[in-house]
C-alpha cells in the first residue's frame, strides 16, 4: 500500500524520459496561443476602453490577427486585394524568436538529442497560425493571403527552434549532432591549408560576429536617442494632431512601441551610410535627406529636415566604434599563451651533447593562430555581421500601401555591404594588432637567453674535457 501511495498517478513528460509527441505538440499550440496574447491584450484593452460605434469585438480581434500574421514577416493587403501591407512590427518578431529559441534550447538538452521534436513543436505552432490566417482571410481592411503567410510562419518559427536545439548540441565530438553533418564539416577543414586554419576559432568567430552586431543596434540606439532629443516638441505636436484623448496617447504609444526595434534598425542603417527610404523617390541619410509628405505619427517626426550633410556625418563614426569589441575578441583567440622550457641536456654522448639545448615553447592552450588565420577569421566574422545586418535590414523594412509608401525603411543589399565594410576596416588590423600585443612577450626573455647560452658553454666544456681525458687515456701503454 505504501509503494502504491508513493507512485504518480499520472507520468509526467519530462528529462526523466522521452516526451511524447503529443507533449511536444501542446508546447507549440502554448507557443504559439503565447504570442497571440502578447499582442491580444493590449488590443483588446483598448478597445474596451475606447469602444466606437462602427468597432465591434470581432474587428478588434481581425486586427489582433493582422499584426501577429505581420509580426512573423507574413504579407496581407488592403480590402481591395492589391494594396500590399508587408511592413513586420518586430516587436512582436522578437518576443516569439525568443520563446521559440528557448523552447529550442530546453529541446537540446535532452539526451539524446530528439531532432524530430522541433518539427512536432513547429507543427503544433503551424496550427494556431492556420487558425489565425483564417481569421483575417475574409473581407475586411487587412486580409491574409494563407500560403505566403503559413510559409513565413514555419520559416521563423523552424529557424528559431533548430537555432536553439543546435546551439545547445553544439558538440560535434560527442555524438550530439548528425552524423551526416559532422562529415560534411570534416571534409571542409580537408580543403584548408593547416597554418591558415583558426582552429577551434568557430565560437570565437560567432561571438565577434555577434559583438559587432550589438555594437551595430547600439550604434542606431545611439542615433535614435539624439533625434528623440531634438525632435521630441515635433513628434508631441504629431501626437496632438493625431489624437488628443488619453485612449488616443495610449494606442500611439502602443504603436510606436511596436515598432522601435524597426526605428533602431533604420537608425543602424542611418549611421552606416546608405540610410533608409520613407516611400518612394525619397531618402534619409547622413549625406542628404529628400522627403515628401509624411502622414502624422511621431516617429515620423523624428526625421531630419532636409539639407546637407553637416554634423550629421558624425554619425558614421559609431559603427567604426562597434568593429573594436569584435577585433580584441578575434586577437584574443588567436593569441593563445605559451610555455617556455629548456630542452637538451646530458654530458654523456648516449644522452646527447647538450649542444642542441635550446628554450623550446610548449603551447599550454593551443598554438597561436598564424596571421592569416587571424585575418580569416576577423573577415569571416565581419562577414557573418554583414549578413545578419542585410536580413535585419529586409525585415525592418516594407510596405504600408501601394504607390509613394510602398517603399519603407532600409535596403538590404546596400545596409548588409556596409555593416560588413564597416567592421573589416577595424576587425582586420585590430585583430592583428591584438594578436601581435599578446604574443609580444611569449618569447624567451633576456635571462632565459643567457641561461640557456651559459648552459650551452658549460656543456661544450665537459665534452671537451672528456674527449681530452678520453684521448689521453688511450695514449698510456696498456696495463700488463
Known amino acids: 500500500m505504501t509503494q502504491l501511495m508513493g507512485r504518480p498517478i499520472l507520468g509526467v513528460p519530462g528529462e526523466l524520459g522521452t516526451r511524447p509527441l503529443l507533449a511536444d505538440l501542446l508546447t507549440g499550440v502554448r507557443a504559439g496561443l503565447l504570442t497571440l496574447a502578447a499582442i491580444g491584450v493590449p488590443v483588446l484593452g483598448l478597445w474596451v476602453f475606447t469602444p466606437y460605434a462602427d468597432d465591434t469585438a470581432s ?104 537555432g536553439g536545439t543546435a546551439a545547445e548540441a553544439a558538440h560535434p565530438e560527442q555524438g550530439r549532432w548528425p552524423q551526416w553533418l559532422v562529415r560534411s564539416g570534416v571534409r571542409l577543414r580537408t580543403w584548408w591549408p593547416d597554418w591558415a586554419a583558426p582552429v577551434g576559432g568557430g565560437p570565437a568567430v560567432r561571438r565577434a560576429a555577434a559583438a559587432g552586431g550589438f555594437g551595430l543596434v547600439a550604434a ?8 528623440l532629443l531634438v525632435g521630441l516638441g515635433a513628434a508631441g ?9 488619453v485612449a488616443g496617447y495610449v494606442g500611439l504609444l502602443v504603436a510606436c512601441l511596436l515598432l522601435l526595434p524597426n526605428a533602431v534598425l533604420w537608425a543602424t542603417s542611418y549611421a552606416l551610410g546608405p540610410g533608409f527610404a520613407v516611400g518612394a523617390d525619397t531618402v534619409v541619410a547622413p549625406t542628404g ?45 588567436a593569441a593563445e599563451s605559451r610555455e617556455w622550457t629548456l630542452a637538451g641536456g646530458g654530458t654523456d654522448q648516449e644522452e646527447g651533447d647538450g649542444l642542441d639545448a635550446k628554450l623550446v615553447a610548449e603551447p599550454a592552450g593551443g598554438r597561436p593562430w598564424h596571421p ?17 545586418a542585410a ?27 556596409a555593416a560588413a565594410g564597416w567592421l573589416t576596416v577595424v576587425m582586420l588590423p585590430g585583430a592583428l594588432v591584438t594578436r ?23 656543456a661544450l666544456t665537459r665534452l671537451t674535457l672528456h674527449r681530452t681525458l678520453t684521448r689521453a687515456a688511450d695514449l698510456l701503454p696498456p696495463r700488463r
Open 59 to 162: 474587428s478588434a480581434g481581425r486586427l489582433v490577427c493582422a499584426l501577429w500574421v505581420l509580426g512573423h514577416g507574413g504579407p496581407l493587403t488592403g480590402s481591395d486585394r492589391t494594396t500590399p501591407v508587408t511592413l513586420t512590427p518586430l516587436l512582436p518578431t522578437l518576443f516569439t524568436v525568443v520563446l521559440l529559441y528557448r523552447t529550442g534550447v530546453h529541446v537540446g538538452r535532452r539526451e539524446p538529442v530528439q531532432w524530430r521534436a522541433p518539427l512536432v513543436v513547429c507543427a503544433g505552432y503551424l496550427g494556431v497560425a492556420a487558425a489565425v490566417v483564417a481569421g483575417c482571410a475574409s473581407e475586411g481592411p487587412f486580409r491574409a493571403r494563407p500560403l505566403l503567410d503559413l510559409v513565413a510562419v514555419a520559416g521563423v518559427v523552424a529557424a528559431a527552434l533548430l
Open 372 to 388: 592569416a588565420a587571424t585575418a580569416l577569421a576577423a573577415l569571416g566574422g565581419a562577414l557573418l555581421a554583414g549578413g545578419g
Open 237 to 245: 505636436r504629431s501626437a496632438r494632431t493625431v489624437d488628443e484623448s
Open 220 to 227: 542606431g540606439g545611439l542615433v535614435l536617442i539624439a533625434a
Open 391 to 417: 536580413l535585419c535590414a529586409w525585415f525592418a523594412g516594407g510596405a504600408l500601401a501601394g504607390g509613394r509608401m510602398s517603399e519603407l525603411g532600409p535596403v538590404p543589399w546596400l545596409a548588409g555591404p
Open 289 to 333: 535627406t529628400r522627403l515628401g509628405p509624411l502622414p502624422d505619427f511621431p516617429l515620423l517626426a523624428l526625421l531630419p529636415d532636409g539639407g546637407g550633410a553637416g554634423w550629421r556625418l558624425v554619425a558614421c563614426a559609431l559603427p567604426l566604434l562597434a568593429g573594436v569589441v569584435p577585433a580584441v575578441l578575434i586577437g584574443r583567440a
Open 436 to 458: 601581435w600585443w599578446l604574443t609580444r612577450g611569449s618569447g624567451p626573455s633576456w635571462r632565459d637567453r643567457c641561461a640557456t647560452l651559459a648552459f650551452r658553454r658549460a
